[in-house]
């Protein structure tokens, strides 16, 4: 089975992705959806090597509201998993 990001919450302007299958070493970036622009200031790693897990995204004060979603890439820099379209207010 492919890698996924299953569900995104957001709370006092940090992101709690949970994912799937992503490996140990891949990135994760915010994008905003309407520029296709990835937020380099928003990039994390997994860390766990299990296959199941959560990551924790702090929104930095410059980011705007708007429509977004996180795009995952493995360790080679290909595209692993996308999430599901949100809003951040």
């Known amino acids: 089975m492919k890698p996924h ?3 995104i ?3 006092n302007r ?4 949970k994912y799937q299958r992503l490996m140990v070493g ?7 959806k309407a520029s296709g622009r990835q937020l380099p200031e928003t990039i994390t790693r997994v860390a766990s090597p299990v296959p199941v ?3 924790r995204i702090r929104l930095p004060d410059a980011i705007e ?5 996180l795009r995952a890439f493995d ?5 692993a998993a996308r ?5 951040i207010h």
Not at 65 to 69: I, K, L, N, R
């Open 9 to 11: 919450e957001i709370e």
């Open 53 to 55: 897990g959560a990551l």
């Open 83 to 87: 999430s599901v379209d949100f809003e």
């Open 14 to 17: 940090v992101v709690v992705a």
């Open 65 to 69: 509201p708007g429509t977004y979603f």
């Open 26 to 32: 891949a990135k994760v970036v915010l994008v905003e």
């Open 75 to 79: 360790g080679h820099g290909e595209d």
């Open 5 to 7: 990001i299953s569900s």
